[in-house]
Structure formats: structure tokens, C-alpha cells
């Protein structure tokens, strides 16, 4: 599965964006992911495909929506109320069974800035 994310940019706190992964073929689910410079990639967000089934990190509850559009095969995230700490790396993920993600695509920056 090849995936291509985009949508990532530059946003004052308070702002939103959404984040789109455009996947080659259909997963088990997929997920979004982060990373700021000198620490390890977070969890952020995951869907699985077929029933929906959300599952969000705590600090973006309430904040970010994660969906799916399964004719186009594209997942998004819907980001609100955005915060100088989401400022990262946001990696799409997806995984073909339970376990391990395994497929990665290339991350689009977000930048909050206060």
C-alpha cells in the first residue's frame, strides 16, 4: 500500500487544517502519526476501515476527527482548536491486519505558531 499525505502548513493557534491520505489500497485501518525533532513518533489517531471505529491520543480528544472516504480510499484528519504543542511531523500509517503499521507515507509538516 502506498499512501501520499498532504495538507500539512503554517496556522496561528486556535486555527484548523485537515490532513489527507490517499491510499493505494484498502487496509485493516490506518492511522496518523507524529514526531517532533529529538523525540519518538506519537500516536495520534486510527480508523479501521471497514467499521469505522475510531481511536484518538487523550491530548486530541475533542480536537481532532479522523474519517474516511472509502471510495476515493483516502483518510483525513480534521484538525481544530490547534495548540503550539501540535506542531510536528504528521505521518499517515496503514496496516493490512492487526498489529504493526507497515506502510508509511513521506509526512507533511504542521506548524502552530502562538
Known amino acids: 500500500v502506498q499512501l501520499q499525505a498532504s495538507g500539512g502548513g503554517l496556522v496561528q493557534a486556535g486555527g484548523s487544517l485537515r490532513l489527507s491520505c490517499a491510499a493505494s489500497?484498502?487496509?485493516?485501518?490506518m492511522a496518523w502519526f507524529r514526531q517532533v525533532p529529538g523525540k519518538e513518533r506519537e500516536f495520534v489517531a486510527s480508523?479501521?476501515?471497514?467499521?469505522?471505529?475510531?481511536s484518538y491520543t487523550d491530548s486530541v480528544k475533542g480536537r481532532f476527527t479522523i474519517s474516511r472516504d472509502i471510495p476515493k480510499n483516502t483518510v483525513y484528519l480534521q484538525m481544530i482548536s490547534l495548540k503550539p504543542e501540535d506542531t510536528a511531523v504528521y505521518y499517515c500509517a496503514a496496516r493490512q491486519r492487526p498489529g504493526e503499521y507497515d506502510f508509511w507515507g513521506q509526512g507533511t509538516q504542521v506548524t502552530v505558531s502562538s
Open positions: 489500497g484498502r487496509a485493516f485501518s
Open positions: 480508523i479501521r476501515w471497514s467499521s469505522g471505529i475510531t
